[in-house]
């Protein structure tokens, strides 16, 4: 079973990178259109992640170690950190600040890797 989690995680943490990539590169790209749809499109695939990890994953872990306050805890700080800064690309994309979105995808994706 272990080895299933593992290796649904790392296909999971791929697509969402994935979107994410789509994302950026359309922007890089200056290919701006639809980008709406898919900037949520990549939000759903993280938000949908984030919550299989602390609604299903992170209980069962923290029932079985009785680690309450470790990993998971800092895990879901990260989710929370990662949660604002797509609230914020969100809004770049609406208001089409395409510069500032860079940045902060910068700082999401060195987030985004640590925590895998």
Not at 50 to 61: C, H, I, L, S
Not at 79 to 108: C, P, R, S, W
């Amino acid at each position: 079973m272990p080895r299933e989690i593992s290796k649904f995680l790392t296909q999971d943490h791929r697509a969402c990178d994935e979107a994410f990539s789509e994302v950026e590169n359309s922007i890089l790209n200056k290919k701006t259109d639809g980008l709406d749809k898919k900037f949520q499109e990549f939000a759903d695939d993280f938000l949908n992640h984030f919550k299989m990890e602390e609604e299903v994953m992170f209980p069962v872990f923290e029932e079985r170690t009785g680690m309450f306050e470790g990993p998971t805890q800092v895990m879901r700080m990260e989710h929370q950190q990662m949660k604002g800064l797509i609230a914020q690309m969100q809004g770049d994309v609406e208001k089409g600040n395409y510069e500032h979105f860079l940045g902060l995808a910068e700082t999401f994706m060195i987030l985004t890797q640590q925590h895998n």
